[in-house]
């Protein structure tokens, strides 16, 4: 008796979506586990798009990542959610359930843990965050979870920090907010996480004195290194980039997808074939 395989689907959805390295990593990732039946693909799709878009899904799909803009419709869509994704108020997770039900999740926080983590960041340490957007909430998260001592966030709109609070009340997290720039801050601090888009910091890498023995993560991986990261590598920080987070978080969805062990060094491999580089590390 031959025995159907069934086909199972999962997908990146986000707009603009034609640069996305997810297919890459997920696809190496289904190879070296033997997953012959699975298949991932991009979706051009804007946040207004996404509920029609998820409800009109057959079966066969089990799981979407889920980039800007879409995290916050990503987590009103879901019939239930982790408690991170509540906390944050964004997913980038979207796991289909054996009931057919989704569920809600956001990767990008234990991922950021796991970098952070593997850099060296301990509890207790002060940690700054540049930036107020989604990818700074995935930060607070982060760092509540690494039991940082200290949490300052700095924006280039004050009001940006207090949308932050809610987060941060949540996560039990005490928050203080500086107005951008503030090259002191970054001085003051164990660990700075950069969540701002490409450019808005270049200029602080001029003015920076960095704190020696210290952590810095920059959300970007292109162009890389940024001049901020060139310029905490050079002091001697350790350092990592957006590519470590995309990896990190990519592992999370795909043993949430699949319920298999993700298959980390070819998942790897991949990812720094793919960029041209020899290490994640190199951006």
């Given at each position: 008796?031959?025995?159907?395989?069934?086909a199972?689907?999962?997908?990146?959805?986000?707009?603009?979506?034609?640069?996305?390295?997810?297919?890459?990593?997920?696809?190496?990732?289904?190879?070296?586990a033997?997953?012959?039946?699975?298949?991932?693909?991009?979706?051009?799709?804007?946040?207004?798009?996404?509920?029609?878009?998820?409800?009109?899904?057959?079966?066969?799909?089990?799981?979407?990542?889920?980039?800007?803009?879409?995290?916050?419709?990503?987590?009103?869509?879901?019939?239930?959610?982790?408690?991170?994704?509540?906390?944050?108020?964004?997913?980038?997770?979207?796991?289909?359930?054996?009931?057919?039900?989704?569920?809600?999740?956001?990767?990008?926080?234990?991922?950021?843990?796991?970098?952070?983590?593997?850099?060296?960041?301990?509890?207790?340490?002060?940690?700054?965050?540049?930036?107020?957007?989604?990818?700074?909430?995935?930060?607070?998260?982060?760092?509540?979870?690494?039991?940082?001592?200290?949490?300052?966030?700095?924006?280039?709109?004050?009001?940006?920090?207090?949308?932050?609070?809610?987060?941060a009340?949540?996560?039990?997290?005490?928050?203080?907010?500086?107005?951008?720039?503030?090259?002191?801050?970054?001085?003051?601090?164990?660990v700075?996480?950069?969540?701002?888009?490409?450019?808005?910091?270049?200029?602080?890498?001029?003015?920076?004195t960095?704190?020696?023995?210290?952590?810095?993560?920059?959300?970007?991986?292109?162009?890389?290194?940024t001049?901020?990261?060139?310029?905490?590598?050079?002091?001697?920080?350790?350092?990592?980039?957006?590519?470590?987070?995309?990896?990190?978080?990519?592992?999370g969805?795909?043993?949430?997808?699949?319920?298999?062990?993700?298959?980390?060094?070819?998942?790897?491999?991949?990812?720094?074939?793919?960029?041209?580089?020899?290490?994640?590390?190199?951006?």
């Amino acid at each position: 008796m031959t025995r159907t395989v069934v086909a199972r689907r999962a997908a990146v959805l986000g707009k603009p979506i034609a640069h996305s390295l997810s297919p890459v990593i997920h696809t190496a990732g289904y190879a070296a586990a033997g997953l012959t039946n699975w298949s991932y693909t991009r979706i051009e799709c804007a946040a207004a798009e996404l509920p029609a878009l998820v409800a009109g899904l057959g079966p066969e799909w089990a799981g979407l990542s889920v980039t800007m803009p879409g995290k916050e419709a990503a987590l009103a869509v879901a019939d239930a959610a982790s408690p991170v994704a509540v906390a944050v108020g964004a997913a980038n997770t979207l796991v289909r359930r054996p009931d057919g039900s989704w569920y809600a999740d956001n990767t990008d926080v234990g991922g950021m843990v796991e970098v952070l983590t593997g850099a060296g960041v301990v509890p207790g340490a002060a940690l700054t965050v540049l930036g107020a957007g989604g990818t700074a909430r995935a930060a607070l998260a982060a760092a509540a979870q690494l039991a940082c001592s200290s949490v300052t966030v700095v924006a280039r709109r004050a009001e940006a920090v207090d949308e932050l609070r809610p987060v941060a009340d949540a996560l039990d997290l005490a928050l203080t907010g500086a107005v951008w720039p503030d090259p002191a801050r970054l001085a003051a601090a164990d660990v700075v996480v950069s969540t701002v888009p490409k450019g808005v910091a270049d200029p602080l890498a001029a003015v920076v004195t960095w704190r020696p023995g210290g952590v810095y993560f920059d959300a970007l991986y292109d162009p890389w290194p940024t001049p901020l990261a060139a310029s905490a590598r050079a002091a001697g920080l350790r350092v990592v980039s957006g590519l470590d987070l995309l990896l990190a978080q990519a592992v999370g969805q795909f043993e949430q997808f699949t319920g298999v062990a993700a298959p980390v060094g070819a998942m790897r491999e991949a990812l720094v074939a793919a960029r041209g580089a020899t290490s994640l590390a190199d951006g």
